[in-house]
């Protein structure tokens, strides 16, 4: 299992990001893809997450702003973050977990891509 994410940034308060997760080496298609982040001092916290089935969820926190999506013949999953606020701020992790529904908080991860929001 490889993933590999892109995105990440620089973005003022109130600005967009879109961050992309590139999948490899599994059959993806049968894979829950989770967007998790992890700011300075603070644990791990799933955002969002679409399943095989392509149930969706999101945190509290973000609905609203951001939106998951995948697109299953480029192994792709995209998170689009808008509305971003300096609590955004945090690296971003995707991670892969087989036939999982949404939530999940274990499986494959990604090496994440740092978001940076400033006032």
């Known amino acids: 299992v490889q993933l590999v994410e892109s995105g990440g940034g620089l973005v003022q308060a109130g600005g967009s990001l879109r961050l992309s997760c590139a999948a490899s080496?599994?059959?993806?298609?049968?894979?829950?893809i989770g967007w998790f982040r992890q700011a300075p001092g603070k644990e791990r916290e799933g955002v969002a997450c679409?399943?095989?089935?392509?149930?969706?969820y999101y945190a509290d926190s973000v609905k609203g702003r951001f939106t998951i999506s995948r697109d299953n013949a480029k192994n792709t999953v995209s998170l689009q973050m808008n509305a971003l606020k300096n609590e955004d701020t945090a690296i971003y992790y995707c991670a892969a977990a087989q036939w999982k529904s949404c939530p999940f908080s274990s499986g494959s991860w990604g090496q994440g891509t740092q978001v940076t929001v400033s006032s």
């Open positions: 679409i399943s095989w089935r392509l149930d969706i």
């Open positions: 080496g599994f059959a993806f298609g049968v894979y829950a």
